[in-house]
């Protein structure tokens, strides 16, 4: 373990020493930048020289460049408030949420490492993340122009970068974007925690993070969120040009509004591998294994929705209409999810369970994610009820169809949920049906191309597919590397002991 310790500081060590190295990006801005909020003075006019034939008329001055989009102080301030709304999510309502699931002598284990997660996330986001997720290189992967946010805040200028929204001429403080993507990235990697819970070496966690975070995340996100932003964006031949730029999922048109592919259904695939990876508890299927709070668990599902309508809302990076139309759906969701699941355990089980309304309100935002901005409310509606019941099935009959020990039923709730969403948000974006449709930035309004469900939801199902296949395999390969070099598995004698004092020498409650 001291060996570990001093291999991990002296790379510290040695990244940190890179960064005082590298040369300033200030003058290369990122492709998500759509302006500085510096104004660009008109030039000086030139005086006509004495020489000049006394007819000839004065040139004309030059006209003055348009000046640069500033971004609003109430979009801004929007997004703050929706990027501390994703941080409640994560910590503390994941982290109850999971903790009161586990057994008492395994509380501290799951809040240590949500809490931890999302801290390294965040520190790896803004020295590298940030950068390959969302600046231009390949459709796969982004670039350095952003590393360690270089770039961002100009010395020499005294100007901070902006970031374009999905508004031609509507901007945010690049740094607000940063923050507030970083909070999702930081989230998914903690959803993972929970398909493996009450088995796995701490140390173990964390260095998958690193590795599945770096080739599995970012990729993802890279792929279905990046593109140059619409103020580029004047004809047909720009719109093109501009597409090209872009990630591979968003060129082929695939709709996530919030993350139904980059984080959900991303995050329960490689909760799954892991599950079958390390193996299922000591006693599973034999010995009691029932949530030793669900206080907890309904606390911590309450800031979840709570801090959802950031994630949502916040997504439409504008305090506009969309943001209000998201903010309805993941109300109006997550409350018809919560009903259809609790009613159908009541309807197939006899009695209606607290747990059964904390996993179906989950289960409703979870569906609504990728469908928020693109749906009408009545859409929203359906898919809220529609993933009630199916998630239901998830953690039920799919989860003895695999036969995994996934500990909190991350695949069942996030990976079904995100998989139903995204293909339903094809559906249900169709203007007929009440959606929103394709919007058009050469005309800047609705495309007024006829909407196609079936090729919409094709498009939907190549997203789903591409995501499920490339985090099983980044999952696979970066579980066996940790295995190889540090065991994914703690003792059996420390996991019946349980994780709070073999790992932590800590205990949640005391007798």
Request: with cysteine; net charge neutral; aromatic share 10%.
């Amino acid at each position: 373990m001291r060996k570990n310790i001093t291999k991990l500081l002296a790379g510290i060590a040695c990244l940190c020493a890179f960064g005082v190295a590298t040369p300033s990006f200030a003058d290369a801005p990122a492709k998500t930048e759509a302006a500085t909020t510096t104004a660009v003075a008109a030039p000086a006019v030139t005086p006509v020289p004495d020489a000049a034939p006394a007819a000839a008329a004065p040139a004309p001055a030059a006209a003055a460049p348009a000046a640069a989009p500033v971004a609003n102080k109430g979009d801004t301030s929007f997004m703050m408030i929706s990027t501390l709304l994703v941080i409640l999510m994560t910590i503390p309502g994941l982290a109850l949420f999971y903790g009161g699931l586990v057994r008492s002598k395994n509380m501290l284990s799951v809040l240590m490492q949500v809490f931890m997660v999302f801290a390294l996330v965040i520190v790896l986001w803004c020295i590298y993340g940030y950068s390959i997720a969302f600046t231009e290189k390949t459709a796969f992967f982004g670039g350095f122009d952003r590393l360690f946010l270089n770039g961002i805040w100009d010395p020499a200028k005294g100007t901070f970068a902006a970031a374009a929204t999905f508004s031609k001429g509507v901007v945010i403080p690049e740094f607000v974007f940063v923050a507030f993507q970083g909070t999702f990235a930081a989230i998914t990697c903690a959803l993972i925690v929970g398909a493996f819970a009450e088995r796995a070496k701490f140390a173990a966690v964390l260095a998958f993070v690193v590795l599945w975070f770096t080739f599995a995340y970012l990729p993802a996100a890279h792929m279905v969120w990046f593109w140059t932003g619409p103020d580029l964006i004047t004809n047909a031949a720009t719109s093109a040009s501009e597409a090209l730029k872009a990630g591979w999922i968003w060129q082929k048109g695939a709709l996530d509004f919030a993350g139904g592919t980059v984080v959900h259904i991303n995050a329960a695939v490689a909760g799954l591998v892991g599950a079958i990876m390390i193996g299922k508890r000591v006693g599973y299927g034999r010995e009691s294994m029932a949530p030793h709070s669900l206080t907890m668990t309904m606390i911590g599902a309450s800031l979840l929705w709570v801090g959802w309508f950031g994630f949502n809302a916040g997504s439409s990076l504008e305090a506009g209409d969309v943001a209000a139309l998201a903010f309805v759906n993941t109300l109006l969701a997550t409350a018809a999810a919560t009903l259809s699941w609790v009613f159908g355990e009541w309807i197939s089980k006899g009695k209606p369970s607290m747990l059964g309304g904390a996993s179906g309100a989950v289960a409703g935002l979870v569906a609504i994610t990728p469908a928020a901005g693109f749906v009408g409310p009545m859409g929203g509606l359906v898919i809220g009820l529609l993933a009630g019941i199916v998630c239901l099935w998830g953690v039920n009959g799919l989860k003895r169809l695999i036969g995994a020990d996934d500990s909190l039923d991350v695949f069942g709730v996030h990976g079904v949920g995100g998989i139903l969403g995204a293909l339903l948000t094809g559906v249900f974006a169709a203007p007929q049906l009440g959606g929103q449709g394709i919007f058009d930035y050469v005309t800047n309004k609705m495309s007024a191309d006829p909407y196609s469900i079936g090729h919409q939801v094709w498009v939907q199902a190549q997203a789903v597919g591409t995501t499920i296949v490339w985090s099983a395999v980044v999952s696979v390969v970066a579980y066996k590397l940790v295995d190889i070099v540090i065991g994914l598995r703690v003792p059996e004698e420390e996991e019946r002991e349980g994780l709070d004092i073999t790992s932590h020498g800590e205990q949640a409650y005391h007798g």
